[in-house]
C-alpha cells in the first residue's frame, strides 16, 4: 500500500489563470439574460406562490363545475323537476339522510346521531 498522498493539483481550474477568467467571463455572459429577466420581474413571495397554484385553482374550479353539472343532470327528470329519490339512488345515501333530505325543516341533534350511529338494539 503506498502511504504517499495522492496529488489532485493538476485538478485545480485556478492553475491557468487566464483561462478560469475566461470561463467566469463566458458564464457571466451567458447568464446576464436570465439575471437581467429576473431583476425586472422582481415579483412579491406571493405572486410567486399565487403562480404555482393557479394550475391547481384551475383543476378544482374545473372539477366543481363538472361536478355540479352531473349533479344538476342527476337531479332532473325527463320532466325537468327535481326527483330527489333518483338523486339518493344514485349517491348510495343511507336511509336517514335520505328522509332528513326530503324534510322541509333541519334535522335535530337525535336525527343527526341516528344517522351517524345507525340504529341501535
Do not use: Y
Amino acid at each position: 500500500m503506498d502511504e504517499a498522498p495522492i496529488d489532485l493539483k493538476a485538478l485545480d481550474p485556478t492553475l491557468d489563470g487566464e483561462r478560469w477568467e475566461r470561463r467566469i467571463a463566458t458564464i457571466a455572459a451567458l447568464a446576464r439574460p436570465e439575471l437581467a429577466r429576473r431583476a425586472a420581474a422582481a415579483e412579491s413571495p406571493w405572486l410567486v406562490l399565487l403562480g404555482w397554484f393557479r394550475p391547481a385553482f384551475s383543476a378544482a374550479a374545473a372539477l366543481a363545475l363538472c361536478a355540479a353539472a352531473a349533479l344538476g343532470l342527476l337531479l332532473q327528470g325527463s320532466a325537468g323537476t327535481p326527483e330527489p329519490a333518483v338523486a339518493v339512488e344514485a349517491l348510495r345515501l343511507p336511509a336517514q339522510v335520505a328522509f332528513m333530505l326530503g324534510d322541509d325543516q333541519p334535522p335535530s341533534v337525535a336525527d343527526l346521531a341516528l344517522a351517524v350511529q345507525g340504529e341501535q338494539p
